[in-house]
């Protein structure tokens, strides 16, 4: 049944004629007229009364408009975060707001990077309302300079030079992406998780792991600092995922910003001489594990407890950048791309994404992300260790020569 209301009801109306039987055909000429007319009287009422029908059915009909409804309103988000838990959490925001969530997610392989390179080519025109990483470091990187102005900067980042010799040849890449927002909900969560200009957002972190098979290996065995892995003994018994890409991009970053070149060169070349197999991904670097393919992985800590709910024989450790130095803990991020198509709806589901119950649903899902909130850690009774922020500026700006350099040794 169609109902009708606004100035055009009334000749609408007249033209179908409604009642609890719906309408009768045949009633429409006898009702548009009023009693006692006929012949051309009526002929003529049919007539006149045909544009407003057309005004309503085509919507051009000014007064018969109405806003759209709350549940009309939708919001498109580009994540690589893993589809099963990034859908878990946005669909609780459909259900609790109204808002329609158009989703984009990509394969393991290729994410963060392919998303960000994504970015840059619509950034003229964008496509995206809120980027949501699973890492950080691609998202600093794509903040822009100290202004958050959108510019031209290369891949290398400023000023910064391949192993201290020639530069770095990369096609310039947009900056300046996303747009400044102070969200009241993420108002708990430590300064060192956040953009001092309030570009993107940290929550949720994981951390870079050594994961082993539990049927070859024991925790006390292994080696509790990244640098021992380039040992003989243990790298040709490894799995590395293509460092061009995700978290391991990052990882590689973090040794370079950390060790300097020279150091981060002989890493790589030491994996690539004693024979570590390149993974395409973190998962597959696992899988590889669990099947006994290798003795044992750099990965995330998400990917050992998901293969760990499968019953695969994999544990992990947390080996630091340098002996008295940090574990490398990798937030998710959240931004809001500036000139983006929907942006009232991309600021609520920023609020929704960063708040304290987003966090929790994220720890308490399979990946087991942990809370950068220590009320939130508290409340779940999580167990240490507990993320610790690192320098993910200086992380980023050394992305483009650790990303050559990992490419030309590893993966050429």
């Not at 408009?65 to 859908?87: G, K, L, N």
């Not at 530069?167 to 890449?173: E, G, L, R, T, Y």
Request: hydrophobic share 40%; aromatic share 8%.
């Amino acid at each position: 049944m169609v109902f009708v209301s606004g100035p055009c009801a009334l000749k609408l109306n007249n033209i179908f004629k409604f009642g609890s039987g719906g309408y009768t055909r045949g009633s429409r000429r006898r009702d548009i007229a009023t009693p006692g007319c006929s012949g051309p009287a009526r002929r003529l009422a049919w007539t006149l009364s045909l544009p407003a029908l057309a005004a309503v059915l085509l919507g051009t009909c000014p007064a018969c408009r109405r806003p759209p409804e709350p549940s009309q309103q939708a919001v498109v988000v580009y994540t690589s975060v893993d589809d099963v838990f990034a859908r878990e959490v946005l669909d609780r925001f459909e259900r609790d707001t109204g808002v329609t969530v158009k989703l984009l997610t990509d394969t393991e392989a290729g994410k963060t990077t392919g998303f960000l390179r994504r970015l840059q080519r619509e950034a003229a025109q964008p496509r995206c309302d809120i980027w949501w990483s699973s890492e950080v470091f691609g998202t600093v990187e794509l903040s822009g300079g100290t202004d958050g102005s959108i510019e031209q900067g290369t891949e290398r980042g400023p000023g910064l030079e391949h192993d201290g010799a020639k530069p770095v040849q990369s096609a310039p890449v947009a900056v300046g992406l996303f747009e400044p927002y102070t969200s009241p909900a993420a108002a708990d969560i430590p300064p060192a998780w956040k953009d001092p200009q309030q570009r993107w957002t940290g929550l949720a972190a994981r951390a870079r792991v050594l994961a082993f098979n539990t049927n070859r290996l024991s925790a006390s065995d292994l080696p509790r600092t990244w640098q021992e892995l380039a040992e003989p003994r243990w790298a040709n018994r490894l799995a590395f995922a293509n460092p061009q890409f995700g978290t391991t991009r990052g990882h590689v970053a973090a040794m370079y910003a950390a060790w300097g070149p020279e150091q981060t060169r002989a890493f790589l070349q030491a994996l690539r001489d004693n024979g570590t197999q390149i993974a395409d991904g973190n998962g597959h670097a696992v899988r590889l594990v669990a099947s006994g393919a290798v003795d044992l992985c750099a990965t995330d800590t998400d990917d050992v407890w998901v293969a760990q709910a499968r019953g695969e024989p994999v544990d992990l450790v947390y080996p630091r950048l340098t002996p008295d130095g940090p574990i490398v803990w990798i937030p998710c991020s959240v931004a809001v791309v500036r000139g983006g198509p929907n942006p009232a709806a991309a600021r609520r589901l920023f609020d929704y994404l960063v708040s304290a119950e987003g966090e929790r649903m994220l720890a308490q899902s399979e990946s087991r992300n942990v809370p950068v909130r220590a009320a939130v850690r508290e409340a779940l009774k999580i167990s240490e260790p507990w993320p610790e922020p690192l320098d993910y500026q200086r992380i980023a700006e050394v992305l483009g020569p650790a990303t050559e350099m990992s490419r030309e040794i590893l993966t050429r």
